[in-house]
Every structure is written in C-alpha cells, then in structure tokens.
C-alpha cells in the first residue's frame, strides 16, 4: 500500500510544480497607454538657461500658427512667434529658441519623452490631456469648423451624412466630428497641409478643424473654397508642459498674462491672425 501512495504523492508534487512555474511566467499587464506619467518634480528652467536655448514643438504645415516657409527655412505664425516671445523673455534673445516639428498625435509624446521643453502648436486644452501633461492658459480661442469647395451641398455638420470629411489623427477634431456627424465617413491623416491635399484632390468633401486654421487655407485660394456651418465646438488653445515641471509652467503663464497685458498678444494677432479672420479681437482671459 505504500507504493501507490508514493507515486500519487509524486503526481500532485509534479501538478503543484508545474502550477507554479506557469503562474511565475504569465506576464503582468503593461499598463495603459492612457495612464498618468510618473510624475518627477524638479525645477528645469536652470537647466534650459545653462543649455542655452528654449526647445519649443510647433507645427510646420498650419499657416498663420506655424508654417516653414521653404524659401526661407523659417517656421513663421503666432505659435513660432509666441515661442520666440517666450525664448527672449526666460534668456534674453529670441534667436536662443530650437523649434521641432510636431503633429498633432506626437504632441504630448515629445513632452512626456522630454524631446521638447514645451509644445505651442495650436492644442486644444482637454481634461485628458491634462492628465498627462500641463497645460498653461489659454493663449487663443478658436471653434471648430467646416472648409469645402465653393458650391457645395454641406452647409453645416448636419449635411455630412455619408460624405467623406478629412481631418488629422490623434486631434481633437478628431473626436468632435465624429460624435458631431456619427453617420459620415472619415479620411484621417497625419497633418492638415495633407488634408487640405485632400479636399482639393476630391478624396474628401469636407475638411474640419478649428475655424482659424481653415481660414489660413481658405486664403491660399479664396475663390475656391468657403467655410460653412460656424463654430460648433469651442477650441481654447494651451501651451503644454511636461508634469513636474512647475517652474517653466509657472515662468509660461506669467509671461503670456505680461503679454496680453502689454500688447505683444495684439501685436501678435494683429501680425498674423487679423488679415484672414478680419476681426480685432481682445486676448482671452
């Protein structure tokens, strides 16, 4: 009778066993990629001072934001120009300033990765992006809106059923068309000078973002295009900051309050924003 005891001792020992070593090797879950950063505390305007230059992420192909003029070499608009602002008040000449292309989906990865000290490129203030990142004051209000060739059935979102709308991944329009015109068709791409592409190409029959944007575009062939339907969204702009860095975020909200206080934000508009949108507007407070 020992025997067979035995060998039935051994047999659950092995099963224990090999319980064991499968549990030890199932992976743990990586965690989401919608989880909040670890957040480090440290005060980096030091280390941009000792650097020499301020990294700023701002778009290349949004005229009147951030557009690099290919005869120049030159990123050019209100976002640049606001980041150069930025680079002369924190070290004294606008020229110490490195501007790195962003897209609207690489935005807040260029912060968290530590590739750019802020991000000016035209980005929606949202809660959740204010759980992966900071985001300053609004530095401008926009709303979003439609551009479609001239003559077109689509005079507002309510006109885009089983049409197809261009717009860029990883955007807030994004998701605001597509919970605004659930039933239309989506043409996602990776920058705006692409979508516009589209629209005059006829792979899309309408382009949406915010209404400043669109009438950047609108101006390089006015007779062509129109903006339709108005502003069904409201788009207040933030400059991002990576979380922790309290001090930089602090230095970009008393510089912007300084400069709608003394009229460098005018200045700014009135330079860049004012000869499309014809309007002379006071800085969001």
């Known amino acids: 009778m020992i025997k067979p005891h035995s060998s039935l001792a051994a047999a659950l020992t092995a099963l224990c066993l090999a319980a064991s070593a499968a549990f030890a090797q199932t992976p743990t879950p990586a965690p989401s990629a919608s989880s909040t950063p670890s957040v480090e505390n440290k005060d980096v305007i030091p280390e941009i001072k000792t650097r020499g230059k301020l990294i700023v992420g701002c778009k290349y192909d949004v005229r009147l934001f951030g557009l690099n003029n290919p005869m120049t070499h030159r990123v050019e608009g209100f976002d640049a120009d606001l980041g150069r602002a930025m680079a002369k008040a924190l070290l004294g000449d606008e020229k110490k300033i490195e501007l790195v292309e962003t897209v609207s989906a690489n935005r807040i990865p260029f912060l968290t990765e530590n590739k750019v000290d802020i991000v000016i490129s035209t980005m929606t203030i949202t809660e959740d992006r204010k759980k992966q990142i900071d985001m300053s004051d609004v530095y401008y209000m926009a709303g979003q809106s439609l551009l479609v060739p001239k003559g077109s059935p689509i005079h507002s979102v309510k006109d885009l059923d089983g049409k197809i709308v261009t717009t860029v991944q990883g955007s807030t329009s994004e998701k605001n068309i597509q919970a605004a015109a659930p039933n239309a068709k989506f043409n996602l791409l990776k920058s705006y000078s692409e979508c516009f592409t589209a629209l005059g190409n006829k792979q899309a029959d309408a382009m949406t973002t915010d209404d400043i944007i669109l009438l950047g575009f609108k101006a390089t062939a006015p007779d ?54 014809g309007q002379s507007i006071e800085p969001p407070q």
């Open 224 to 277: 062509k295009y129109e903006l339709v339907g108005g502003q069904f969204t409201q788009e207040p702009y933030g400059i991002g900051v990576r979380k922790g860095h309290e001090d930089l975020l602090k230095f970009v909200n008393d510089e912007l309050a300084k400069m709608k206080a003394d009229g460098r934000w005018k200045a700014l508009y009135d330079k860049h924003l004012k000869p499309v949108s």
